[in-house]
DNA sequence: CCAATCTCCGCACAGGTGTTCGATAGAATT
DNA sequence: AATTCTATCGAACACCTGTGCGGAGATTGG
């Protein structure tokens, strides 16, 4: 399924259809579509009704008034990118090892059609709504940050952090990133391991790079 | 919000509208109504629709056909307890600390209203339905578990695994839960930590109670 | 370059659809 | 007993609504 063989038109008029039903609770006329999407004669939008049924994307009752409701493939199609009340979808967009550099995503973090996606409980992330990607991570060398192999990190990307909060923080001259707990103090930053047994790092402020904030750690034993 | 107040047909009317649409992703006519109620006259049909709104069941957009939907109210009347799409509610029942025993509920697991209530997403918990609870984790005793304080541990109580599943296990003679890995060997039970830096330990199969399968641990920073 | 097809328009029409009205009969009220 | 209220019916009406038709401009394919 996918909407590149129609006209701009024709979605458009898919989208008005699920917009006024889930709106009003009952499907639009031709000629509400047709004063919504700007076309004048009711037998031009009867024109592409035909031709989205044909197509599939929608389904058709003949002769019935508001006799028509968007096919189940567009409506899973639509789904894919607004996820029910209270879940958010975040795109999986790779592996992180620590001891490696991590791949912080550059350019714009959305849901694309080949992505992985992870279902979230929105506040779980606190709400968050932009940059925000997650990864799986590879290996074992994450103990130390009580992150085990398998498990999903959600992150933000960001370049500041409060402190307390636990980042992946790139140490520069090791060239290696890592999951700690971070604490400013004057020139130096205390990289704190999550596990509280294990004792904290100190490095020069200059020396670190933060790459994003992490949101929440998912493990799921299947 | 109850329908003591309505007529036998006015309450089937309600019925009829919602099946209706569900059906069909719109709503019916007033002669749609009439006929599948047994009502011959459409204005009886609007009639008991005018009653039906003011008492609150039912929204109408005057003169507009089929421009009527079930009130929120109603339909929340209809639904209470079902979670959106994709998600699953799953309540929270306590705290556990490793050394101490685990307080498995005993009873019926259900969504009381009183209950503290978590969002997982389903395909998180692999589709279980009975028996799921959660519990927050309380101190840092279960480090070697990769499991660090705040956590929450998502469970099913069973008293039974497999071999490889994460299991919650009681041993008894130390008096003392834990969550490892669970592998039975002949007479004696493997119990793996999940950091790989630790080593297993083994004790003897009448020595372990299982008290339930770990199906997730989340991890919330805010 | 011409024919075929696509996309659009306005208009007219038939039937769908909500509303209104007058009437009836039983129940509740006075 | 008279009156009012409730619930129903059938019929008529006006407007809503989907469809069909003839035509026009744009685009495409040979």
Redo the contacts with the bound molecule.
């Keep these: 399924m996918n909407t590149d063989k129609l006209?701009d038109?024709q979605r458009k008029i898919l989208q008005f259809i699920g917009e006024f039903t889930d709106a009003n609770g009952y499907p639009p006329?031709?000629?509400?579509i047709?004063h919504d999407v700007?076309?004048?004669?009711?037998?031009?939008?009867?024109?592409?009704?035909k031709?989205l049924v044909k197509e599939g994307f929608l389904e058709?009752e003949?002769?019935?008034?508001?006799?028509?409701r968007l096919s189940d493939e567009y409506r899973e199609f639509q789904v894919r990118f607004s996820p029910p009340e209270g879940l958010r979808f975040v795109p999986m967009l790779g592996r992180i090892t620590a001891g490696e550099l991590l791949e912080v995503p550059a350019g714009d973090i959305t849901l694309a059609d080949e992505d992985d996606i992870i279902e979230v409980p929105e506040d779980m992330i606190g709400g968050m709504t932009d940059d925000v990607f997650a990864l799986r991570v590879d290996g074992t060398s994450m103990v130390d940050a009580m992150v085990n192999d398998g498990d999903v990190v959600v992150l933000r990307r960001q370049q500041t952090a409060r402190n307390g909060e636990m980042v992946a923080v790139l140490l520069k001259d090791r060239g290696e990133t890592t999951l700690k707990y971070f604490y400013r103090e004057g020139k130096q930053v205390r990289l704190q391991p999550a596990n509280p047994f294990m004792d904290p790092i100190y490095v020069d402020a200059d020396n670190v790079e933060i790459q994003g904030r992490v949101l929440a750690v998912l493990r799921t034993l299947l």
Tied chains: 1, 2.
């Design positions: 006209s038109r006329t031709v000629r509400d047709g700007g076309i004048s004669s009711t037998s031009v939008v009867s024109y592409n009704l031709k058709r003949d002769k019935v008034s508001r006799g028509l």
